[in-house]
T-cell receptor, first 115, second 112 residues
Framework: KAGVTQTPRYLIKTRGQQVTLSCSPI?????VSWYQQTPGQGLQFLFE???????NKGNFPGRFSGRQFSNSRSEMNVSTLELGDSALYLC??????????????FGPGTRLTVL | GENVEQHPSTLSVQEGDSAVIKCTYS??????FPWYKQELGKRPQLIID?????GEKKDQRIAVTLNKTAKHFSLHITETQPEDSAVYFC???????????FGAGTRLFVKA
């Protein structure tokens, strides 16, 4: 099976713009989670989707949003970009509905740079 | 709120020595504790995990221990090799879906 894929791999935006990132999970996986990775903060949980429903949300401002489609592909959107949004955005998919019953597989990430 | 603290932030060991990374979690409802290894420029990969009904789990040179009372869990790597050099993340989650809270990471250097 193909692994988790993310597009684009690299993005450069300017402050105030908005951006949409895409994640295609492993075939058959219905849970998709998003994380922000920065050198100083490590991996921070953004949100998780399962069967098109957002089940969990982290402590990020409302500028960060996401959705999941019926084929389990997921997108996340960041509006009104700030310099501090520069980070590697990782998505992860799992074949199961609950932690501990199935492994989370990470994608390669999208590196977003905000100038 | 939910928090996972991880220590040390950097660890340097000689090849063949053991390495220990410690984590503390705040949410007593956490019941699943995975450990991830992230090599430079690569994605995190699960190396071992433990559920709250188990005190210890071992997989070859890697072991994880869990103390639910103290809300501590640790990763032990024995007979370290240069290819063990990477950033290691501990994490905690509970039921209700994948809301995985990660520690800040430990950069492990194994000197040949």
């Amino acid at each position: 099976k193909a692994g988790v894929t993310q597009t684009p791999r690299y993005l450069i935006k300017t402050r105030g713009q908005q951006v949409t990132l895409s994640c295609s999970p492993i075939s058959g996986h219905r849970s998709v989670s998003w994380y922000q990775q920065t050198p100083g903060q490590g991996l921070q949980f953004l949100f998780e989707y399962f069967s098109e429903t957002q089940r969990n949300k982290g402590n990020f401002p409302g500028r960060f949003s996401g959705r999941q489609f019926s084929n389990s592909r997921s997108e996340m959107n960041v509006s009104t970009l700030e310099l501090g949004d520069s980070a590697l955005y990782l998505c992860a998919s799992s074949p199961t509905a609950e932690p501990g019953t199935g492994e989370q597989f990470f994608g390669p990430g999208t590196r977003l740079t905000v100038l | 709120g939910e928090n996972v603290e991880q220590h040390p932030s950097t660890l340097s060991v000689q090849e063949g020595d053991s390495a220990v990374i410690k984590c503390t979690y705040s949410d007593s409802a956490s019941n699943y504790f995975p450990w991830y290894k992230q090599e430079l420029g690569k994605r995190p990969q699960l190396i071992i995990d433990i559920r709250s009904n188990v005190g210890e789990k071992k997989d070859q040179r890697i072991a994880v221990t869990l103390n639910k009372t103290a809300k501590h869990f640790s990763l032990h790597i024995t007979e370290t090799q240069p290819e063990d050099s990477a950033v290691y993340f501990c994490a905690a989650s509970k039921g209700g879906g994948f809301k995985t809270i990660f520690g800040a990471g430990t950069r492990l250097f194994v000197k040949a």
